[in-house]
Structures are given as C-alpha cells and as structure tokens.
C-alpha cells in the first residue's frame, strides 16, 4: 500500500495499511509478521495527528493501531496458541476473535482471516 504522509498536516493517509470501524481482511498472500513490520517501522515512527484510514472514518493513531496492529497482534497470538496446542486449520476457525465482533464486516471476514493466518503460521 501507498501511505502518505504530508508532515505540515500531521496527517497520514494510510490506504489499506490501516483500518478503522471496519475487520480487515487477510486475503491469500498477505504477510501479517510483514505488515506488523511495517506497521513498526514506517507508521509508528510517524506519530500523526490524524489518519485517513483504507476502511473507516478519519480518526486518530490510536484507534487505526487499536483496530489494525491489535487485531494483528491478537489473532496472531490466538492461532499461535492454536497451533501449539495441536489445533489444525479446519478448527483454526473456532479462536475466539469476539473481541472484536463489534467490528464491520466480522461476521464475513473473522473465520477466514483466522484460516490465513494459520496457513501463514504453520510453517514460520
């Protein structure tokens, strides 16, 4: 994804690497240790006033990390204990994700971004 970052502003417009109001899908390809990486590396150091989000209204940093970064950081700690406990990736769909129900688009996305992750995770 393209982020821009005009400084005078303190505004970040992030594209799809951040989300707001809205689950963030995980289609087949996506890297999320790479996006968690990135998230780091490139949109923390910033620290912007303002972000316009891929999905979601205008917001703030704190609420596009809360809805990106930990959703990453929490879906990726539940498949990890998923897959330590011997869990395979047809009941990887059961982690409990609730958390985040409130969420646009948790009904169509949850159960399939838990299946991607697993598939990225089994092999790290």
Known sequence: DIVIWPPKQSLVISG??????????????????CW??????????????YVI???????NMDQVRRY????LEYLRARIGEHIE???????????DQS??????QF????????QQVFSEMEWE
């Open 53 to 59: 989000p891929g999905h979601g209204h205008p917001t």
């Open 107 to 114: 009904d169509a996305l949850a159960r399939r971004n838990a």
């Open 85 to 95: 406990a011997g869990g395979d990736m047809i009941t990887s769909v059961d982690v």
């Open 36 to 49: 968690l990486e990135t998230w780091e590396t490139e949109m923390e150091p910033l620290a912007p006033t």
């Open 99 to 104: 958390a985040f129900s409130y969420l646009e």
């Open 68 to 71: 990106t970064k930990g959703y």
């Open 16 to 33: 799809d690497m951040a989300f707001h109001e809205r689950m963030l899908p995980i289609f087949e390809g996506i890297c999320t240790s």
